[in-house]
């Protein structure tokens, strides 16, 4: 049977390949950080990792991740009900809650998890899930996983989630689910409106904090900091593995009754291993940073701010950002390929995305800024993109 399946295999790869459109992943030999040398030697700019405030390799992290392998050992062979629970994986928990103003915090071993078991354990086909259309991919198969009536309005559109949220109402109960930033756009979730509309319909609100926390807000504590709403949500899922350290974890965290359920019937929590003490260890010294300065979020904005004036004042055509994520848009996949290749070759390491990540005909290349970038590198990448847009007749 193999021998046929192989052929079949064959052929899609070699399409793939055809089109342009394969994946080749590249091979880092160095820490995460502004800089980063690959396995060719060469040392390029990262301006394509989720390292929003530059904390991947920061000193402290590290220093807390080091103590904890001493204390804690290396991992804990266990999922967290057997004797997977240590004081650090509370304590985490606790810390996470009082950051976002919440009641309660369930740890995962990454917010894909958080994602996949927070629908089933919760709702049944009485109920309804109302999910924006550019949500993320986690979500959609979280969302699958369960057998509550599924609803989806066009993202940001609080005239359709309105007419989706009428034709809930003949279901128990209600949960509208959004990206807080949309992570291939990095447009900001209107949340405000959609409270107004949950309340008015008699729905819950759940949120995915992912590439906002850490970013969006004063004190970077996501979008319902953003509208001045924190703990006004049931329930929020979000990741270490982004700003808040950039390893690895998930966690979902709101209402003590929904976070006590997940605990007894959420799968990726009962049949996972609880994340290292070391990791739990480093997201405790984290949250401790962020509230102890505003200093790398900050930097952060005024990177953006930079970024995006200089790209904007060469002739890109950008998407509006609320947040760390700049698209520049250039809609033809295989242009995106070589436009990411080139851009290599001067220094610059990014991705061109195309379908299935966006729709047909919206490939972009997706700039993720840092609060580890320093002016010289926001400029050097500006100048880059100009060069290559300019042989390749994206710009003028």
Same mark, same amino acid.
């Given at each position: 049977?193999?021998?046929?399946?192989?052929?079949?295999?064959?052929?899609?790869? &070699?399409?793939?390949?055809? &089109?342009?459109?394969?994946?080749?992943?590249?091979?880092?030999?160095?820490?995460?950080?502004? /800089?980063?040398?690959?396995?060719?030697?060469?040392?390029?700019?990262?301006?394509?990792?989720? *390292?929003?405030?530059?904390?991947?390799?920061?000193?402290?992290?590290?220093?807390?991740?080091?103590?904890?392998?001493?204390?804690?050992?290396?991992?804990?062979?266990?999922?967290?009900?057997?004797?997977?629970?240590?004081?650090?994986?509370?304590?985490?928990?606790?810390?996470?809650?009082?950051?976002?103003?919440?009641?309660?915090?369930?740890?995962?071993?990454? +917010?894909?998890?958080?994602?996949?078991?927070? !629908?089933?354990?919760?709702?049944?086909?009485?109920?309804?899930?109302?999910?924006?259309?550019?949500?993320?991919?986690?979500?959609?198969?979280?969302?699958?996983? +369960?057998?509550?009536?599924?609803?989806? !309005?066009?993202?940001?559109? $609080? /005239?359709?989630?309105?007419?989706?949220?009428?034709?809930?109402?003949?279901?128990? #109960?209600? %949960?509208?689910?959004?990206?807080?930033?949309?992570? =291939?756009?990095?447009?900001?979730?209107?949340?405000?409106?959609?409270? /107004?509309?949950? *309340?008015?319909?008699?729905? =819950?609100?759940?949120?995915? /904090?992912?590439?906002?926390?850490?970013?969006?807000?004063?004190?970077?504590?996501?979008?319902?900091?953003?509208?001045? =709403?924190?703990?006004?949500?049931?329930?929020?899922?979000?990741?270490?593995?982004?700003?808040?350290?950039?390893?690895?974890?998930?966690?979902?965290?709101?209402?003590?009754?929904?976070?006590?359920?997940?605990?007894?019937?959420?799968?990726?929590?009962?049949?996972? *291993?609880?994340?290292?003490?070391?990791?739990?260890?480093?997201?405790?010294?984290?949250?401790? =940073?962020?509230?102890?300065?505003?200093?790398?979020?900050?930097?952060?904005?005024? *990177?953006?701010?930079? #970024?995006? &004036?200089? $790209?904007? &004042?060469?002739?890109?055509? $950008?998407?509006?950002?609320?947040?760390?994520?700049?698209?520049? $848009?250039?809609?033809?996949?295989?242009?995106?390929?070589?436009?990411?290749?080139?851009? %290599?070759?001067?220094?610059?390491?990014?991705?061109? !995305?195309? #379908?299935?990540?966006?729709?047909?005909?919206?490939?972009?290349?997706?700039?993720? %800024?840092?609060?580890?970038?320093?002016?010289?590198?926001?400029?050097?990448?500006?100048?880059?993109?100009?060069?290559?847009?300019?042989?390749?007749?994206?710009?003028?």
């Amino acid at each position: 049977m193999y021998t046929d399946f192989q052929q079949h295999l064959e052929k899609e790869l &070699a399409a793939i390949t055809e &089109a342009g459109l394969y994946k080749n992943e590249r091979i880092i030999v160095s820490p995460q950080g502004a /800089e980063v040398t690959l396995d060719s030697g060469q040392t390029v700019l990262n301006f394509c990792a989720n *390292n929003y405030l530059g904390l991947s390799n920061n000193p402290q992290l590290v220093e807390s991740a080091k103590a904890a392998l001493d204390s804690h050992g290396y991992g804990m062979s266990s999922v967290r009900f057997i004797c997977g629970t240590t004081d650090i994986h509370r304590e985490l928990e606790k810390k996470i809650a009082e950051f976002f103003g919440t009641e309660d915090t369930i740890l995962y071993a990454a +917010c894909f998890d958080a994602n996949g078991g927070v !629908f089933e354990p919760l709702l049944t086909k009485e109920d309804a899930i109302i999910s924006d259309s550019l949500n993320h991919a986690s979500i959609i198969d979280g969302v699958r996983l +369960c057998k509550a009536a599924r609803y989806r !309005f066009k993202t940001a559109d $609080m /005239e359709d989630l309105e007419q989706q949220l009428i034709k809930a109402q003949e279901q128990r #109960f209600r %949960l509208i689910v959004t990206d807080a930033v949309f992570s =291939m756009d990095g447009h900001v979730a209107p949340l405000d409106k959609i409270v /107004e509309l949950a *309340n008015k319909y008699n729905a =819950m609100v759940m949120i995915d /904090e992912c590439h906002s926390a850490g970013v969006v807000g004063e004190t970077g504590r996501g979008v319902t900091e953003l509208y001045d =709403m924190l703990g006004q949500v049931e329930i929020i899922t979000g990741t270490l593995g982004k700003a808040f350290g950039g390893a690895i974890g998930g966690f979902t965290t709101g209402k003590k009754e929904i976070i006590d359920i997940l605990r007894q019937r959420s799968r990726p929590y009962l049949f996972s *291993n609880s994340i290292p003490p070391l990791i739990a260890a480093a997201g405790i010294e984290m949250i401790n =940073m962020m509230n102890a300065s505003n200093g790398l979020m900050d930097k952060l904005r005024s *990177n953006i701010a930079h #970024f995006n &004036a200089g $790209m904007q &004042a060469a002739g890109f055509d $950008m998407k509006p950002t609320q947040s760390a994520i700049c698209a520049v $848009m250039l809609y033809d996949a295989k242009l995106s390929q070589e436009f990411a290749a080139r851009l %290599l070759d001067e220094g610059i390491y990014v991705i061109g !995305f195309y #379908f299935p990540v966006v729709p047909r005909e919206q490939a972009r290349i997706r700039v993720q %800024l840092s609060a580890a970038h320093e002016p010289e590198h926001l400029d050097k990448a500006i100048a880059a993109f100009t060069k290559v847009g300019k042989e390749l007749g994206v710009i003028e």
